[in-house]
């Protein structure tokens, strides 16, 4: 067999397996036997190139390099859907339609899926563009970020028009938010509020590769097109399942008001077994040819309407309220509930956020509650049942003293939360700094999960993060559930810590109201550790983005003894405590004082690195056009509202060779650029 033939034959093949697994949830081989084909494939790209296809089974893990996003204009503006909230308004839809027609008609009743909206365009059979809702008229070209989707068809097969655009919903699944927002809390990074906001913010992301580690998913429910296979929506859409689009089963024709109703009170049970969120229901009529002459308003179609469900809230009763101290030392109060079920998950617990939202809500131990989710997911208690209080308990205060060790808390001026100021002796934040500094955006040390640190903790072999780097192989072999393989693993991965530059190392070091930006803005303004130890009030609040309360943040954890001993440890085992030589190399004052705009796609970096060489050389990067902007960055295929902008404002163009020359970086530098850095 030919090598372009075995190439073709393994994408068919994988394309089949993708459209098995993710879309019809009946997958024929095993995780082990794709992963084989699919190495076998990459393989022979690399060893082809000339054979290469972006929408190959390959593309979908998405490169760590994105030219960014360009506006694209709709062919079929997006419009938005008239909202109701009630049976009553779902009936004033029918009689509207039904006078308007004055004819037989047909509603297909559809699950509203709530995620961000895309629109996807094929030609002959291949996905073209991904282009998400914007403003209706014109969106963000999000297409190296979709193909990450493996619901998604990169080709489809079948009987398909040449030319056409099928819209829908791109969803995040529930246990991957649940996981999204577990990694995030252990990071104390603020959560997502739902799996909505957490998919938009995904598709959004410059980087596909973290795109693609989301794992989102999509539903597909409107086909647009001048040669459409037939005049029935619902005939449409079972035939773009037969081409291998993910379909949902959970669609309905109905010919009469009662059957919409049916419809409606089963899904607003079942839904809560779905593996996405859902937020209501779609009514469309069925013919396209009545969906023409029912025509649009300014905003939405007269041919739809959404019903959207009620908030669930559930009753169940306050058993007590415990204290959880996170690695910062932030006190959190979490209530602690009778089971109850809500939006298909069982809750037992929902936070109370601080000391005000105790005071507010009057709690007592025993009161019967309404917990809802905020926005459908995150448990919270949102009223006391007064009827329901009789022979209750004390009334819930906040604790004076750490539950931890005991230390006074103390609340900062403007905060809402409650701190735990003994940070160096209190177990949370001891283990909490030790997650921290090992986690994947600080050290990367691979084998310390929080229970492996727990361990390790309670037999006295870590007791702050330094010690880590003095862990031996034997002492953790001989600890119930590690043994010899891991023990060799965590050591491996303590000394590859040892290369992680510097700002990251600032970042793991755990300093408040530090995150992974400002690290980086330290790092490139003081270049090394001693002189960052040094460094006084004006010099601190000097720096891009460090203010008043950043500033006293970093002055306190330097002034503290215990840190500079620790410090000192951590060089003595080797990790990088300043700016390579590379960086140095890289770094400048060039662009001291500058606000950038980027905007366009770049030939030799990509917008992430671009904006890392802004930081590298002093400038500040900002993200839309105002009269404080020195200059863009202008790329090909520019935002055509930043440049008409920058036309009014008088803003500077500065394009892609023009500002190399503006940070004196030649051939050899940009090639070591994108080699080492990124």
Not at 64 to 86: A, E, W
Not at 438 to 447: F, L, Y
Request: glycine letters at 6%.
């Amino acid at each position: 067999m030919k090598i372009q033939e075995k190439i073709e034959l393994l994408r068919r093949e994988l394309e089949q397996h993708n459209y098995n697994y993710y879309v019809l949830s009946q997958p024929t081989i095993s995780d082990f036997e794709f992963d084989t084909k699919l190495r076998e494939l990459q393989e022979l790209e690399s060893a082809h190139p000339e054979f290469f296809d972006p929408n190959s089974p390959t593309q979908r893990v998405g490169s760590d390099i994105s030219d960014g996003f360009r506006q694209v204009t709709h062919v079929y503006p997006m419009l938005s859907l008239g909202n109701t909230y009630s049976e009553g308004e779902v009936a004033d839809f029918y009689e509207r339609v039904r006078k308007a027609l004055n004819e037989d008609f047909e509603l297909v009743c559809e699950l509203k899926y709530d995620g961000t909206s895309i629109s996807l365009t094929y030609e002959n059979g291949s996905l073209l563009r991904a282009v998400t809702r914007g403003d209706g008229e014109k969106g963000d070209d999000v297409t190296a970020n979709v193909k990450t989707i493996r619901s998604v068809p990169l080709r489809l097969h079948g009987n398909f028009p040449v030319l056409f655009e099928i819209r829908g919903e791109i969803l995040m699944p529930w246990t991957v938010f649940d996981d999204l927002n577990k990694e995030r809390e252990a990071q104390e990074e603020s959560l997502f509020a739902n799996p909505r906001n957490a998919a938009s913010g995904t598709l959004k992301l410059q980087n596909p590769s973290i795109v693609a580690s989301r794992k989102l998913d999509t539903y597909l429910y409107y086909l647009l097109g001048k040669k459409l296979p037939a005049d029935k929506h619902y005939d449409n859409l079972m035939a773009a399942k037969s081409w291998g689009f993910k379909i949902s089963d959970a669609m309905k024709v109905c010919r009469s008001l009662p059957e919409v109703f049916d419809f409606i009170k089963y899904w607003d049970e079942e839904r809560k077994n779905l593996p996405v969120a859902t937020d209501g229901i779609v009514i469309k009529v069925n013919s396209l040819i009545q969906q023409k002459n029912l025509g649009f308003t300014a905003k939405s179609p007269r041919w739809a309407i959404a019903y959207k469900f009620q908030a669930e809230k559930a009753l169940t009763r306050l058993n007590s309220v415990s204290f959880q101290v996170g690695r910062t030392g932030a006190v959190t109060p979490v209530a602690n509930l009778d089971p109850v079920q809500l939006s298909g998950t069982t809750v037992k617990r929902a936070s109370l956020h601080n000391a005000d939202i105790i005071e507010s809500l009057d709690l007592h131990i025993g009161d019967m509650v309404y917990v809802e989710k905020g926005g459908e997911i995150i448990p919270k208690i949102t009223a006391v049942d007064l009827d329901s209080r009789v022979l209750v308990g004390e009334k819930v205060q906040f604790i004076k003293n750490c539950p931890e060790c005991g230390t006074p808390l103390v609340r900062f001026e403007g905060e809402a939360a409650h701190y735990c100021p003994n940070d160096n002796a209190c177990p949370p934040q001891i283990k909490g700094k030790m997650e921290h500094f090992v986690s994947r955006k600080a050290m990367n040390i691979d084998g310390l999960g929080s229970e492996t640190i727990n361990l390790l903790y309670e037999n006295k072999l870590l007791s702050n993060v330094a010690d880590i780097y003095e862990l031996k192989v034997a002492d953790l072999a001989r600890l119930e559930r590690l043994g010899n393989k891991s023990a060799m693993n965590i050591r491996t991965s303590c000394e590859k810590s040892k290369n992680v530059p510097f700002e990251r190392v600032i970042f793991a070091l755990g300093i408040r109201f530090v995150g992974e930006t400002v690290a980086k803005k330290l790092a490139g303004a003081f270049k090394n550790i001693e002189v960052l130890e040094s460094a006084t009030y004006e010099e601190l609040i000097a720096v891009d983005e460090i203010g008043d309360r950043i500033a006293q943040s970093v002055l306190k954890f330097f002034a503290d003894e215990r840190n500079i001993r620790l410090i000192e440890r951590l060089k003595s085992y080797g990790l990088q405590m300043a700016l390579s030589e590379e960086q140095m190399r890289n770094a400048g004052d060039s662009l001291a004082g500058l606000s950038i705009v980027i905007s366009g796609t770049f030939n030799k970096h990509s917008r992430d690195e671009y904006k890392a060489l802004i930081e590298r050389h002093g400038g500040k990067n900002t993200g839309s056009v105002s009269s404080k902007t020195s200059f863009i960055l202008a790329g090909e295929n520019m935002g055509p509202e930043k440049l008409k902008k920058a036309e009014k404002l008088g803003v500077k163009l500065v394009n892609e060779k023009e500002f190399l020359v503006m940070i004196g970086e030649s051939e050899n530098q940009q090639q070591a650029f994108t080699g080492t850095l990124f």
